[in-house]
């Protein structure tokens, strides 16, 4: 089966810029994920779908970030204005939802000067 | 606060040799632990899972071993090869919703 995607897999931006990444799931998985992994560090999550609807944000700084799965399938996670401490890889898992069978992409690597 | 974490940042092994990676979690009602090896440049890949009412489970070349009464979970790669290189996380889903906890990760450095 096709892994999940993710685009794009660089960017470098100013702080306060904005900046947004795409994420295409294994078909079929219904549960999405949205981690950042700052650098020596292990993946944090910032926000779970279930489908369209959000399961889990409590992490997600929902002043700055804002994400969407528009149709239960792709997701988009935004950042606006991006801040210095925002760099890091943007992970985007999926999984049927049954508690195993995460697959991650590969990840965006956002970098702010 | 609560957390999954590792003793050791960076592991040097000798290729042939059996590596072995720990980890330590806090919250006694985790019930699904699995670790995922991270190559430079990409996203974590999955390589074994246990739940909490196993003590042991094996795959191809790695082992890992769940101890609930010290909250320790390892993993061991036998005839460690230079492409086991990479970082490596062990995870822990807490509650309802398979909400995966990361630890820090652990360095695995194998020497030709």
């Known amino acids: 089966e096709a892994g999940v995607a993710q685009s794009p897999r660089y960017k470098i931006i100013e702080k306060r810029q904005s900046v947004a990444f795409w994420c295409n799931p294994i078909?079929?998985?219904?549960?999405l994920y949205w981690y950042q992994q700052i650098l020596g560090q292990g993946p944090k999550l910032l926000i779970q779908?279930?489908?369209?609807?959000?399961?889990?944000d409590s992490q997600l700084p929902k002043d700055r970030f804002s994400a969407e799965r528009l149709k239960g399938v792709d997701s988009t996670l935004k950042i606006q204005p991006a801040k210095l401490e925002d760099s890091a890889v943007y992970l985007c898992?999926?999984?049927?939802?049954?508690?195993?069978?995460?697959?991650f992409g590969s990840g965006t690597r956002l970098t702010v000067v | 606060g609560e957390s999954v974490g590792l003793h050791l940042p960076t592991l040097s092994v000798q290729e042939g040799d059996n590596s072995i990676i720990n980890c330590a979690y806090s919250?006694?009602?985790?019930?699904?632990f699995i670790w995922y090896k991270q190559e430079s440049g990409k996203g974590p890949q999955f390589i074994i899972d246990?739940?909490?009412?196993?003590d042991k489970r094996q795959g191809q070349r790695v082992t890992v071993l769940l101890n609930k009464t010290v909250k320790h979970l390892s993993l061991q790669i036998a005839a460690t090869q230079p492409g086991d290189s990479a970082v490596y996380f062990c995870?822990?889903?807490?509650?309802?919703?398979?909400?995966?906890?990361f630890g820090a990760g652990t360095i695995l450095r194998v020497k030709s």
């Open positions: 995870a822990e889903n807490r509650e309802y919703g398979n909400k995966l906890v």
């Open positions: 078909s079929g998985h219904a549960t």
């Open positions: 246990i739940r909490s009412n196993m």
């Open positions: 898992a999926s999984s049927r939802g049954s508690g195993k069978g995460y697959t």
């Open positions: 779908f279930q489908n369209n609807g959000v399961v889990d």
């Open positions: 919250n006694s009602a985790s019930d699904y």
